[in-house]
């Protein structure tokens, strides 16, 4: 029944784009913007007889829409309106991943490392139109903070965390100051000497995704 509707866009010349019941039409002022939505609207709910729901149907410019998870910020660049995840949209990424890599969940880092990945494919696979070097960025580095606090729990005794650095390099005065400052783990993994015995390059061959790696590989717009 909605081809009907957009024969009669396409009949009116209209720019739009529609995904099931969810469509989002273009035009260049506020007013041409009333106008359309007032018999666009009457057309479904007359010719169509089905009913609009107004609290959802709105006008506004391309930067307060959210669609399909995805929201739109103006290039001062390019001199145009592009795609990038929509803020909502990014927030529940990161309830996900929090709870992915939640420090009392009883599973291996191996798997938590294996479910991450499926997270961060999935989500770039679906937000790779979109421009997002940036976000992936600041995601890449909170999710190795967060991995490193699981694996610093993970050794347990100042004994074991003195080991184990000594074991990725750290000279072992500082793994010794280190491995017996205490079990503040969001503290110590901002520690120098943490980082660089859990650097970025020992989590990828632990079998992490990078998200800007991934998306670099896989975007459309970049």
């Known amino acids: 029944m909605l081809n009907e509707l957009d024969k009669e866009m396409e009949k009116r010349g209209l720019n739009f784009v529609r995904y099931a019941d969810d469509c989002i039409i273009m035009v260049g002022s506020e007013m041409s913007a009333k106008r359309v939505m007032r018999n666009i609207s009457r057309f479904i709910e007359e010719k169509l007889g089905l009913k609009v729901n107004m609290t959802k149907s709105k006008v506004d410019r391309p930067s307060g829409l959210k669609y399909l998870g995805f929201g739109f910020y103006f290039d001062t660049r390019a001199h145009q309106f592009k795609a990038k995840p929509h803020a909502k949209s ?53 999710i190795r903070y967060r991995l490193r606090m699981c694996i610093w729990k993970q050794w347990k005794t100042p004994q074991n965390k003195e080991k184990n650095l000594i074991k990725l390099g750290v000279p072992k005065w500082a793994a010794h100051k280190v491995a ?11 520690n120098g000497w943490v980082q660089k015995a859990i650097s970025t390059r020992r989590l990828t061959a632990f079998g992490l995704v990078s998200m800007l790696d991934y998306y670099t590989k896989r975007c459309v717009t970049c």
């Open 180 to 190: 017996n400052t205490g079990n503040r783990y969001a503290h110590m993994c901002h």
């Open 90 to 142: 990014v927030a529940k990424f990161k309830r996900r991943m929090k709870a992915l890599t939640c420090r009392s969940w009883g599973v291996s880092n191996r798997y938590k490392v294996e479910k991450l990945n499926q997270l961060i494919r999935g989500w770039i696979n679906y937000f790779k139109i979109g421009s997002m070097k940036t976000l992936c960025k600041e995601l890449d580095k909170r």
